[in-house]
């Protein structure tokens, strides 16, 4: 593997799951991480923060409703929302179907 660059099938990688998610971690590269997520249907992620990192999550389907500092807003297909560090935020999957998204720490 290259120090440069990395190149994987995601179809190869190992899941993760527990009760609430299913998890693939794509990518880890010093304080980067990459993630591939599906939310269980009508499970929620409770509320949490990322002390020293940023989070990205960028939604390929579902219907879904972060709460970010007590603000409540929905995601779903083609919506990308930006968590700076240290922000509490929790995610609920509102559907029957899992939520699907990628996430980057940084």
Same mark, same amino acid.
């Given at each position: 593997?290259?120090?440069?660059?990395?190149?994987?099938?995601?179809?190869?990688? *190992?899941?993760?799951?527990?009760?609430? /998610?299913?998890? $693939? @971690?794509?990518?880890?590269?010093n +304080?980067?991480?990459? &993630?591939?997520?599906?939310?269980?249907?009508?499970?929620?992620?409770?509320?949490?923060?990322?002390?020293?990192?940023?989070?990205?999550?960028?939604?390929? *389907?579902?219907?879904?409703?972060?709460? /970010?500092?007590? $603000? @409540?807003?929905?995601?779903?297909? +083609?919506?990308?929302? &930006?968590?700076?560090?240290?922000?509490?935020?929790?995610?609920?999957?509102?559907?029957?179907?899992?939520?699907?998204?990628i996430?980057?720490?940084?």
């Amino acid at each position: 593997m290259s120090d440069s660059f990395e190149y994987k099938s995601i179809d190869k990688i *190992n899941c993760e799951e527990n009760d609430l /998610i299913y998890r $693939k @971690k794509l990518i880890e590269k010093n +304080n980067y991480k990459c &993630f591939f997520v599906e939310l269980k249907p009508y499970k929620t992620i409770p509320a949490h923060n990322h002390s020293s990192n940023n989070q990205t999550a960028f939604f390929l *389907n579902g219907k879904g409703e972060y709460t /970010i500092d007590d $603000k @409540k807003m929905k995601v779903s297909k +083609n919506i990308i929302v &930006f968590i700076k560090a240290g922000t509490e935020h929790s995610l609920k999957n509102l559907s029957n179907k899992k939520l699907s998204y990628i996430e980057i720490t940084l």
